[in-house]
């Protein structure tokens, strides 16, 4: 059992080929910085807000706004994020980093794979509902640690240890939503990555606090995939 548990704990840290879905993507020609700074006032403009900054991380530009020491002084009385971004664990995978934002620009949270429950629903809500953010993005990633130990967990039949059994039982939806499709078993982590984050996605646009903010157009919820060759975040159509 111990060198089960062992295995296990290294296959939720393990990174995997990237075997499925779009290809990584190659960065763009270096060029002027994007502009990622100033008022957001609809789900649009926070969204090409994120696509710029994302071009600048993508072009090794990036602006690193909102980093002074008179932004902190002036966030230390409000806040005003124009997005939440929820996202893996993972260390690669730095929201503030991979969008090119600052202090006050985001409310991030993260759980392995995005998994969720009651209390990362009301951490979630807590942005669009009190603070009236615009944007919502679930972001996945490739080479989704979290992930390929959940699909061979399904595989094996082998139960991960303490918790981390909780996040496998949490995947094992878009596992099955994977298997229904008919990929093939080299290319099921990466279904699942992308079934989990569609999943994600629409639990929040049905919330019972989001959904009637999707409706009236103060709010919107979209998947993205971050790709860790590249850089690049796409963003679901």
């Known amino acids: 059992m111990l060198r089960t548990g062992t295995l ?64 902190r002084r002036d966030l230390s009385t409000h806040q005003e994020p124009f997005a939440v971004v929820f996202s893996c664990i993972d260390s690669r995978v730095a929201p503030e980093l991979v969008f090119d934002q600052g202090l006050g620009d985001l409310m991030v949270v993260r759980t392995a794979a995005h998994t969720h429950d009651a209390l990362v629903a009301g951490s979630l809500e807590y942005g669009p509902v009190e603070l009236g953010t615009k944007l919502l993005v679930v972001l996945g990633h490739q080479h989704c640690g979290a992930v390929t130990a959940a699909v061979k ?26 298997r229904r499709q008919g990929t093939p078993p080299d290319q099921l982590v990466e279904a699942t990555i992308r079934a989990q984050t569609a999943q994600t996605v629409a639990r929040l646009r049905a919330d019972r606090l989001l959904r009637p903010l999707v409706e009236a157009g103060h709010l919107d919820v979209v998947g993205a995939h971050y790709v860790l060759d590249s850089g690049a975040v796409i963003f679901s159509a």
């Open 153 to 178: 967990s399904f595989q094996d039949g082998a139960q991960l240890p303490g918790h981390l059994e909780d996040v496998v039982q949490d995947l094992r939806s878009p596992y099955e939503e994977a």
């Open 8 to 71: 296990a704990v290294a296959a939720l840290a393990a990174n995997i080929g990237f075997t499925a879905g779009a290809a990584p993507v190659a960065a763009p020609a270096v060029g002027p910085i994007c502009p990622v700074v100033g008022p957001v006032g609809t789900p649009e403009q926070a969204l090409a807000r994120l696509r710029a900054g994302n071009a600048n991380w993508v072009g090794d530009r990036s602006s690193h706004p909102d980093a002074s020491s008179s932004r």
